[in-house]
């Protein structure tokens, strides 16, 4: 397919510009979201950002790039073009969300925050670390992100559970199981972690009756989608004791109202969609690279979005 003219727009445009322009074989125009105007919609054949500008129409354009992992903001209840293909960034999401969770279950075990409020009131109250080995992970999502999690925290003693729709085993896990026999392992899991893409099977997935299903005093961390989440039952589930803590990258509204109760809550850590942010050089490479796949090729893509799928 030859594509000839690539509208970047969002957060990395300049970064991609100056990246890209004479490297890549087509024209680029590159524009912050909000200065980009009807023509340059029109002029070009390909769009590449993190999620549709106003006036966006998927059938204009014959290739769709998402600069970030997920593509809920292009597909998800939203209508899409046969002819269009939407590809995505895979870059290095697996190591970056590996690291957020093992950091944020490694100060939850080591008592990061009572030690900061212990200092601050110049006490000294010892209190043993609760060692991560010997826990047990249960991880929505057994794509390459659900799989590095799993590596990482099981080189560290952890037993990891990865809950997929089809349940295939897979040797990054423990055990893998389907969602329909998600109990068998949730209420083993001393974590659970969402890693799964929003789609209309996935959107509210984790609600009253989901969370029932946890081993009572876990800890819940969602580094997919907000509206995967329930909050008000998540809220519920805090209250009665069912889930310990939460920690929170994503929201059902970003950035979360100033009127929200979650951020009052000492039971939950709300981080603003950082997990896994895309940077320049990886956006520039995945660009480049579907690119060059694209114009030998489309069935060479390897980084091709399902739109039946949603991801
Ligand atoms: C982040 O959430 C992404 O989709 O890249």
């Given at each position: 397919m030859e594509i000839k003219r690539i509208l970047v727009t969002g957060r990395l445009q300049e970064e991609l510009k100056h990246r890209l322009d004479g490297v890549i074989g087509a024209e680029l125009r590159c524009l912050p979201e909000d200065r980009v105007t009807e023509q340059d919609l029109a002029w070009a054949d390909a769009y590449a950002g993190f999620r549709p500008v106003?006036?966006?129409?998927?059938?204009?354009?014959?290739w769709v790039h998402a600069l970030g992992a997920g593509v809920d903001a292009f597909i998800h209840r939203k209508p899409w073009s046969e002819q269009t293909i939407l590809t995505r960034t895979t870059g290095d999401f697996g190591r970056k969300i590996a690291e957020y969770c093992l950091g944020h279950m490694l100060a939850d075990a080591q008592h990061h925050e009572g030690f900061s409020e212990d200092q601050r009131a110049r006490r000294w109250g010892p209190q043993a670390a609760v060692p991560l080995a010997g826990q047990a992970v249960a991880v929505f999502g057994t794509g390459t992100i659900g799989q590095t999690i799993s590596l990482t925290l099981r080189a560290l003693g952890v037993r990891a559970y990865g809950i997929s729709w089809s349940g295939t085993a897979h040797e990054a896990f423990d055990k893998t199981v389907s969602l329909r026999e998600a109990a068998v392992v949730l209420d083993q899991a001393d974590w659970v972690i969402n890693t799964l893409p929003l789609t209309e099977q996935t959107e509210?997935?984790?609600d009253e009756r989901l969370i029932a299903l946890m081993k009572p005093g876990c800890a819940f961390i969602n580094?997919?989608?907000?509206?995967?989440?329930?909050e008000p039952d998540l809220l519920r589930a805090l209250d009665r004791g069912q889930l310990r803590k939460a920690v929170l990258?994503?929201?059902?509204?970003?950035?979360?109202?100033?009127?929200?109760?979650?951020?009052?809550?000492?039971d939950i850590k709300i981080t603003p969609h950082i997990a896994a942010v895309t940077d320049a050089e990886e956006a520039a490479q995945a660009l480049l690279d579907t690119w060059n796949a694209l114009q030998q090729g489309?069935?060479?893509?390897?980084?091709?979005?399902n739109i039946e799928r949603g991801y």
């Amino acid at each position: 397919m030859e594509i000839k003219r690539i509208l970047v727009t969002g957060r990395l445009q300049e970064e991609l510009k100056h990246r890209l322009d004479g490297v890549i074989g087509a024209e680029l125009r590159c524009l912050p979201e909000d200065r980009v105007t009807e023509q340059d919609l029109a002029w070009a054949d390909a769009y590449a950002g993190f999620r549709p500008v106003p006036g966006f129409l998927p059938e204009q354009y014959r290739w769709v790039h998402a600069l970030g992992a997920g593509v809920d903001a292009f597909i998800h209840r939203k209508p899409w073009s046969e002819q269009t293909i939407l590809t995505r960034t895979t870059g290095d999401f697996g190591r970056k969300i590996a690291e957020y969770c093992l950091g944020h279950m490694l100060a939850d075990a080591q008592h990061h925050e009572g030690f900061s409020e212990d200092q601050r009131a110049r006490r000294w109250g010892p209190q043993a670390a609760v060692p991560l080995a010997g826990q047990a992970v249960a991880v929505f999502g057994t794509g390459t992100i659900g799989q590095t999690i799993s590596l990482t925290l099981r080189a560290l003693g952890v037993r990891a559970y990865g809950i997929s729709w089809s349940g295939t085993a897979h040797e990054a896990f423990d055990k893998t199981v389907s969602l329909r026999e998600a109990a068998v392992v949730l209420d083993q899991a001393d974590w659970v972690i969402n890693t799964l893409p929003l789609t209309e099977q996935t959107e509210a997935l984790f609600d009253e009756r989901l969370i029932a299903l946890m081993k009572p005093g876990c800890a819940f961390i969602n580094v997919g989608r907000g509206g995967s989440l329930v909050e008000p039952d998540l809220l519920r589930a805090l209250d009665r004791g069912q889930l310990r803590k939460a920690v929170l990258d994503v929201l059902s509204v970003e950035p979360l109202p100033d009127t929200s109760p979650l951020w009052s809550r000492p039971d939950i850590k709300i981080t603003p969609h950082i997990a896994a942010v895309t940077d320049a050089e990886e956006a520039a490479q995945a660009l480049l690279d579907t690119w060059n796949a694209l114009q030998q090729g489309e069935n060479l893509l390897a980084n091709r979005v399902n739109i039946e799928r949603g991801y």
